[in-house]
T-cell receptor
Framework: ETGVTQTPRHLVMGMTNKKSLKCEQH?????MYWYKQSAKKPLELMFV???????ENNSVPSRFSPECPNSSHLFLHLHTLQPEDSALYLC????????????????FGAGSRLTVL | GEDVEQSLFLSVREGDSSVINCTYT??????LYWYKQEPGAGLQLLTY?????DMKQDQRLTVLLNKKDKHLSLRIADTQTGDSAIYFC??????????FGAGTRLFVKA
């Protein structure tokens, strides 16, 4: 148990469905992240929230919509996905985005394995 | 842009040393990291090194940083079957983003 909990752990959806991934952290951190992990590809940073404000959107398609209602919760809303969106989606948190100093160590959840049919 | 590259697979025998290599492109990197991912789990920090250091040792782990060549390595001494996992190299660049490689899958043969 890392202190970052992701649900659901597995999700299968059709291309016309709407679903959401949820991430919750109990570490008192102020920054939260979504990463996409695909086989044999670098981990891909999708979104960053720092003190509930979105600070990074790494050219992610609009069919992925993040929401951060408070510093402890992060959602990824999914709609009209494509089969190539099938991947492991990892949530992470850190003390803050660390614009100045400090190692900014990330704590990850176990991931949500998404399959788009 | 920022890029982190590492080989995808490494196989070693139990008891041998493992060396996982990584190269990165951002010369303004401040911290470099090694994370480990075990099956069914997320990434977990193993160790990190500040860019003004060239070596860091922590029990069986030795990290070497060659800033001139933008090369980072992780040596695991006396590798055990429990060390089998995916090892990710990452760097924190000037954009305050943590950029990861694709991960090196380490196989340890008994």
């Amino acid at each position: 148990e890392t202190g970052v909990t992701q649900t659901p752990r597995h999700l299968v959806m059709g291309m016309t469905n709407k679903k959401s991934l949820k991430c919750e952290q109990h570490l008192g951190h102020n920054a939260m992240y979504w990463y996409k992990q695909s086989a044999k590809k670098p981990l891909e940073l999708m979104f960053v929230y720092n003190f509930k404000e979105q600070t990074e959107n790494n050219s992610v398609p609009s069919r992925f919509s993040p929401e951060c209602p408070n510093s402890s919760h992060l959602f990824l809303h999914l709609h009209t996905l494509q089969p190539e969106d099938s991947a492991l989606y990892l949530c992470a948190s850190s003390q803050d985005q660390g614009g100045g100093s400090g190692a900014n160590v990330l704590t990850f959840g176990a991931g949500s394995r998404l399959t788009v049919l | 842009g920022e890029d982190v590259e590492q080989s995808l697979f490494l196989s070693v025998r139990e008891g041998d040393s493992s060396v996982i290599n990584c190269t990165y492109t951002d010369s303004s990197s401040t911290y470099l990291y090694w994370y480990k991912q075990e099956p069914g789990a997320g990434l977990q920090l193993l160790t990190y090194i500040f860019s003004n250091m060239d070596m860091k040792q922590d029990q069986r782990l030795t990290v070497l940083l060659n800033k001139k060549d933008k090369h980072l390595s992780l040596r695991i001494a006396d590798t055990q079957t429990g060390d089998s996992a995916i090892y990710f190299c990452a760097e924190r660049g000037g954009g305050f983003k943590t950029i990861f490689g694709a991960g090196t899958r380490l196989f340890v043969k008994a």
